[in-house]
């Protein structure tokens, strides 16, 4: 099942802190449309994850620029907020440069 030119939503934050031992989030930075191909995640692209978060991880979405956008930040598809397990930037690869990012499963604690 392939999906082409869906739009993910992107609230990037700035980086979180610790005070007294309790990790505090960081505030929205920014938030970016981005344009991308997603598809499901193959049983081979979760090799790469530990056990207990292959269950989580669903899409990987491919963009054809490049972006910065790190763990802490928050990704918005279908309208159902999803947490960005992994950012693989494939850059100076000729006509082939992308970021590879993988979405999964927000963890409610």
């Not at 970016?32 to 207990?52: A, H, Y």
């Not at 989580?56 to 947490?83: C, P, Q, W």
């Amino acid at each position: 099942m392939l999906r082409t030119r869906h739009t993910i939503t992107i609230e990037q934050y700035t980086d979180g802190t610790f005070v007294k031992g309790i990790y505090t989030k960081g505030s929205v930075s920014g938030v970016v449309n981005l344009k991308c191909n997603v598809q499901p995640v193959t049983g081979k692209q979760l090799e790469f994850f530990p056990e207990g978060e292959r269950k989580k991880i669903r899409y990987t979405a491919y963009l054809n620029k490049a972006h910065a956008i790190g763990m802490s930040d928050v990704a918005f598809y279908n309208g159902k907020e999803m947490k960005i397990f992994l950012t693989n930037p494939w850059i100076d690869q000729g006509t082939l440069s992308h970021n590879e990012i993988f979405l999964g499963d927000k963890d409610d604690k």
